[in-house]
């Protein structure tokens, strides 16, 4: 089993920035994906960024050049931690935002982060 725990979120105008984190503990050994999708009501999750272990970087086109997704991984297999820095916000980026571990077939998912842009 993974747990992701998950921090960061909060109020912020729009132009305004927010780091969000994301902690993955327990068997981490064989993650080889971690990223962030959102949901915002009434619409569907989406993918938000996503990186590999081996350092591939994907972004949603809504973000590119505004979110920045980075990862530590731990070389004793205690923690892996992703990072999702969020600047030039805007009202569209409000959602719940949730971290995810992807370890083969599986998949891990956060509880969930609220980021909201006030205009």
């Known amino acids: 089993q993974v747990q992701l725990v998950e921090s960061g979120g909060g109020l912020v105008q729009a132009g305004g920035s927010l780091r969000l984190s994301c902690a993955a503990s327990?068997?981490?050994?064989?993650?080889?994906?971690m990223g962030w999708y959102r949901q915002a009501p009434g619409k569907q999750r989406e993918l938000v960024a996503s990186?590999?272990?081996?350092?591939?970087?994907?972004?949603?086109?809504a973000v590119k050049g505004r979110f920045t997704i980075s990862i530590t991984i731990s070389t004793n297999n205690a923690k892996n931690t992703v990072y999702l820095q969020m600047n030039s916000l805007k009202p569209e980026d409000t959602a719940l935002y949730y971290c995810y571990a992807r370890r083969g077939p599986e998949l891990y998912w956060g509880q969930g982060t609220q980021v909201t842009v006030s205009s």
């Open positions: 990186v590999t272990t081996a350092g591939v970087i994907n972004y949603a086109d």
């Open positions: 327990g068997s981490i050994f064989s993650i080889n994906a």
